[in-house]
């Protein structure tokens, strides 16, 4: 299945694109999608620590099953204000 | 209303919009573009948000607050792009029949947009550009400081 994926701020910056579809198996798992993401984007292993994340505008945690058609945002520490 | 916005926000903007007339307090607060942080000055700064999100999780904060002190009319505004010194980033105004729930929500509001709502600032100086990500340093020294 395919979901699409958000980066904002410095994740952004890393990646180089604001979003991207990525392919997943059906069925998976949050947790799953970000142990995909350790391979596809090795250069942001820096940053899992700190990061959280959105499924359809919500944080979530690994558990959540996806979905196709999700839209998972990578959601640095805030700062707004 | 929560929302984000391009454009200039006034200090005003939101009071009328809050406002009834069995309200006896207005408390509006602000959130303004400064020149430094910690040693270095700042030129300007650079707001990017999970629009669709952000305004989510305002609306959130609005209900937390109905929850919390029965306020029934708060609005907050955010605006995004590029922002100079002395410009509003963040307008929340919050009405109630006395001022002290006002107050209290108020300041409940803006201490939790700073915790969960996903907007980002990169700030812009002298040493260059970088993205602010999580509370600053001035911010953990003082809490209230904004």
């Known amino acids: ?81 | 209303m929560f929302k984000i916005t391009e454009n200039a926000i006034s200090v005003d903007a939101l009071h009328e919009q809050v406002l009834r007339d069995c309200h006896g307090a207005v408390v509006t607060f602000a959130g303004v573009v400064r020149d430094h942080s910690g040693e270095t000055k700042t030129q300007f700064l650079e707001y990017e948000a999970y629009a669709d999100m952000a305004e989510k999780k305002m609306a959130e904060i609005g209900a937390e607050v109905n929850e919390k002190w029965g306020i029934e009319q708060i609005a907050i505004l955010h605006r995004i792009g590029r922002l100079e010194i002395g410009e509003i980033s963040v307008l929340i105004a919050v009405a109630s029949p006395h001022r002290a729930e006002a107050i209290h929500a108020c300041h409940y509001a803006i201490d939790r947009l700073k915790e969960i709502v996903p907007i980002w600032k990169k700030e812009v100086g002298e040493d260059g550009a970088f993205w602010v990500e999580g509370p600053s340093k001035a911010a953990e020294k003082n809490r209230d400081d904004s």
């Open chain 1, 1 to 81: 299945m395919k979901v699409k994926l958000l980066f904002f701020a410095s994740c952004r910056d890393i990646v180089g694109v604001k979003e991207t579809d990525f392919e997943l198996e059906a069925s998976a798992t949050l947790g799953d999608l970000k142990y995909s993401l350790r391979s596809t984007y090795p250069q942001l292993a820096t940053r899992e620590k700190t990061l959280s994340f959105a499924v359809n505008a919500e944080y979530a945690d690994d558990s959540v099953k996806l979905s196709e058609g999700d839209e998972i945002a990578l959601i640095p520490p805030v700062s707004g204000g």
